[in-house]
């Protein structure tokens, strides 16, 4: 049984930034399959993932990668599942490469595009819940609960931290 959302990565070391969107869709209740599916090292699996995708049930597609991150912006081209890329943070330049190699979409074969790291892979996780949501209500209202939690768990006012 496939489920509804995909996540992929360039790598390996890009799984600890996209546990992030997984532990997201943990606490939605939502299914997903994690690959490695790297757009220069396994083209040939990222062209199969992309042609399968939709017709396998799959819904929407998270892709995460670093550097020349190509893997978002090659996947929206073979699928036309939604596609939310998460640029990973880079050693070399801090991740600004992965974010301009997967925003920077020409017309016709938009990607989702997050922020940087873990933040962006929650957010991907987040984004991805409320696509799902359109069609499934207990879904929209687990993830209300979560916003309000959130938001409830804001402060009024900062206190002095230790150092
Ligand atoms: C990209 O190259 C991957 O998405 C990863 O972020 C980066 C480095 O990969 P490794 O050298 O750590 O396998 O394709």
Redo the contacts with the bound molecule.
Sequence with gaps: MTPPVGII??????WPTLREAANILDEMGIAYEARIV????TPDRLWSYGVEAADRGLKVIIA??????H?PGMMASKTRLPVIGVP?Q?RALGGID?LYSIVQMPKGFPVATMAIGAAGAANAGLMAAAILALGDDALGRRLDDWRAALSASIPQEPIDEQP
């Design positions: 990565m360039g790598s390996q070391s890009d790297s757009a220069h090292r995460g990668a670093g550097g020349a991150a893997l990973i880079t992965s």
